[in-house]
């Protein structure tokens, strides 16, 4: 499957599961094809969503394209724990007028960062809460920051969550908030109470949430909390987070 998102005008991403096969890999050549009919220029986005194989003819379709357009891509963000295609796209990369970066899975929203031009003063640190918890702070824009989070959400985390989304509170006077369960292993009652309060205390400081989780539970407490905060709360599965994205940072809505 290729799920097609725009990150921005002339900035496309494409998000690839199951096999990369004959079919797809001419799919996908299509859709770029339509976006070079509108834009001379354009950056791409490929990133490896559990692909099952590919095929010797997908491979092969993936190295010649990029050259038989290389003067039309300004930048391609390959993302993918694949080291073969991170080799290939070296490769490519001496050929092309435009420049390809390899990124690791766990560096995707960096690779989505560069790739789009979210924000030319974009940084991107992280850093341990403990050694089960983690919080990934990047911002996309100015008043826009996202929190990826993994390890144990109990209260200790919820509260340096909390804390850490106060900080920026203070920068401005009101703040879009994305949060993404990027392997959440549990979370504890005190941490999920938390959690849904926060927003309702603080609900004049936010413009936009974006809840990023396939946990039905969480989805139907920010429905609730989105009836109650003068704030748009949305909540999007994993597979949808590249929409979340573009949501939350205004980049093509």
């Known amino acids: 499957m290729v799920l097609d998102y725009d990150l921005a005008d002339s900035t496309v991403a494409y ?13 996908l050549r299509a859709q770029i094809e339509r976006k070079l009919e509108i834009h001379d220029h354009i950056n791409v986005y490929l990133e490896d969503r559990g ?5 010797l003819y997908s491979v092969i379709v993936g190295i010649i394209f990029p050259l038989q357009h290389h003067k039309r891509f ?24 435009g420049d390809i970066r390899n990124y690791s899975s766990d560096k995707r929203v960096e690779a989505m960062q ?20 983690m919080f990934a702070d990047f911002s996309f824009a100015d008043n826009t ?7 144990t959400m109990d209260k200790d985390a919820i509260l340096e969550l909390r804390s850490q989304v106060l900080e920026k509170l203070k920068e401005h006077d009101k703040i879009n908030l994305y949060l993404e369960d990027s392997n959440i292993e549990h979370f504890s009652l005190s941490a999920a109470t938390i959690g849904a309060l926060f927003p309702l205390e603080y609900a ?3 413009n936009k949430i974006a809840l990023v989780t396939d946990r039905k539970w969480i989805h139907a407490l920010a429905a609730i909390d989105n009836v109650l905060i003068g704030a748009t709360l ?13 949501w939350i940072a205004d980049v093509n809505i």
Do not use: C
């Open 114 to 133: 560069w790739v789009s031009k979210v924000n030319s003063n974009v940084y991107l640190t992280s850093h341990k809460l403990r050694p089960v918890n």
């Open 74 to 97: 300004r930048k391609v963000a390959m993302v993918t724990d694949r080291s073969w295609i991170h080799l290939l796209s070296a490769i490519n990369n001496q050929f092309i007028s």
């Open 15 to 27: 998000v690839f599961d199951g096999p990369v096969d004959e079919q797809t890999i001419k799919e």
């Open 234 to 246: 949305k909540y999007f599965p994993e597979k949808d987070r590249l929409s979340a994205i573009s």
């Open 204 to 206: 004049k400081r936010f």
């Open 145 to 151: 920051v996202g929190y990826l989070i993994e390890g």
């Open 51 to 55: 692909v099952e194989y590919f095929t």
